[in-house]
């Protein structure tokens, strides 16, 4: 055996003791966060004192001699530790990226080594994907981040060492190099959201606007281009920029909300005595917002208050509180002109607002949509839904009608999959139809009768054609992803909703082009 082999046994050899080194250290670990956060024993036994005396067994017959008998050795173990790395993923998709995160930071620095391990464990396994890219994306910044106590901050390592970590790490994938021009436009997209972020002054904004969502939406969709060494050291200063923010944010919310939050669990009796007759969605709202309070000072006694868990809280309290200085006290009937429907109206209107953002240029379509559709029984169709006299001059597509009864939770989705981001997409889609054609409407009347139209109308549909280039090229990339592993059914609900929204934006174009 030439001397190059024996250099690819020994290579060989050293990746299999450093996969069971990350092994056996996720095993440590899984052990710790079975036993103190889920109270449950691991789901697999590995003697993984076994495997070593086998694996070192075989770091003495790395020779020319017993060359044969040392690649035959390696194979029986590489097969092994697949079968043992497949039951450790198992158990892993148990314990969620927000538990892996309260672990590890529960405990005080660990020795960076330990986090490397970790990291190797999902790419030795090439996991990473959902749930996993966000643990990993928490490692690498474990291991990217730095906390300044002078500054009350982290500070992202730039250093041509830590470089060198990451290389080393994710050379453990053996990904394809991509074009440098593509890594260079995947760097300035990250580094715009960083900038995004940076400017955002108030607490609400980093949900209204989807700020965290679309970074970590971003961070999924772009695939093995998240490895790439400059991508994620590019992302690593995204996360820690973004930590900074919202700290800082929290920090002066924190106070103001915990008053506001006191202030309402003293007067909920009141609300619920001069509110609660005529008005029983108010119960139900009282009741969502004790619940958020329970779960934010749950998680707030952690040291793990979510963005989601204060947002939640938040809208419940604005909701609430609005009411309260309206009618706190007042007579029986000074709620007597509220129509039936306002409450409903409101918690619609709060349900999109926590989905698709204040700012959204689609919200009032989108609560039309949501007002037309909700009357309807979970036992209903969509084609029986978009057929109906309340609907139909909507022109919903059944699966639009679907999607925001899955997106809501009115009726459970055909299968255990998490689509919301195609959910979110077809409504979106839906409510840009409506708009576009409301605007083409207007405009199209004003020039036939040789008036001006508005400017406000004219720019509003200026945001209507943004806002179609923006969804097109979300449903592009669901067909790139759908030819390969959808069936023909979902590849004709994303072109058949596509082309009716390209139809409607080459519409309202002409007609915005020709008063430019």
Known sequence: MSVAEIGALHARYVRMSDRFKSLWTYHQFASGVFKNFLGLSLPYAVDFQKIFERIKAIGGTLNAAQAAEAQSALSVSELGLDR???????????????????????????????????????????????????????????IGEDFVAERGEYWSRDSLEF??????????????????????????????????????????????????????????????LYFHPDVLLAIVELN??????????????????????????????????NFG?????????????????????????QSNVKHDVITNLKASMTNIMAQLDRGLGAEEEATADLPETFFDETERQEEIVTRFGRDDVLLKFLTRIATALAPFDADVTGEQIVDSPSVKELRLEPWEADAWRYLFARTPPPDAEDHEELWMLFLRAAALRVKVDEEATIIATAMAAGVRPEPEIMASAKLSLDCA???????????????????????????????????GFSGLWLIYDRRR
Not at 177 to 199: G, H, L
Not at 252 to 265: G, P
Not at 278 to 293: Q, V
């Open 240 to 273: 820690v920029s973004t930590k900074n923010r919202f700290l800082k944010l929290y920090q002066s919310e924190e106070q103001r909300l915990l008053l506001d939050a006191d202030k309402l669990m003293e007067h909920g009796q009141a609300i619920e005595r």
């Open 84 to 142: 043992i790395s497949r039951q450790v993923l198992d158990a892993d998709a148990q314990i969620p990226p927000s538990m892996l995160r309260r672990f590890l930071e529960k405990v005080k620095k660990q020795d960076e080594t330990i986090i490397h391990s970790l990291i190797k464990l999902y790419l030795y396994a090439d996991a990473v994907e959902s749930d996993c890219r966000d643990k990993l994306d928490f490692l690498f910044t474990r």
């Open 163 to 224: 470089r060198e970590k990451i290389i080393a790490l994710v050379s453990i994938l053996r990904v394809a190099e991509p074009p440098q021009e593509e890594v260079v436009r995947i760097i300035r997209a990250i580094r715009s959201m960083r900038d995004e972020v940076q400017r955002v002054e108030h607490f609400e904004e980093l949900t209204d606007r989807g700020l965290l969502r679309n970074a970590r939406t971003f961070k999924h969709r772009i695939g093995d």
């Open 277 to 301: 007759d005529t008005n029983p969605e108010l119960i139900d709202e009282i009741a969502r917002f004790r619940a958020a309070k329970e779960r934010f000072d749950e998680l707030r006694a």
């Open 469 to 503: 280039k923006e969804l097109d090229e979300h449903f592009n990339d669901f067909l790139h992803e759908a030819v390969y592993d959808s069936g023909a059914r979902f590849v004709h609900q994303l072109y058949r909703s596509r082309f009716r929204l390209l139809r």
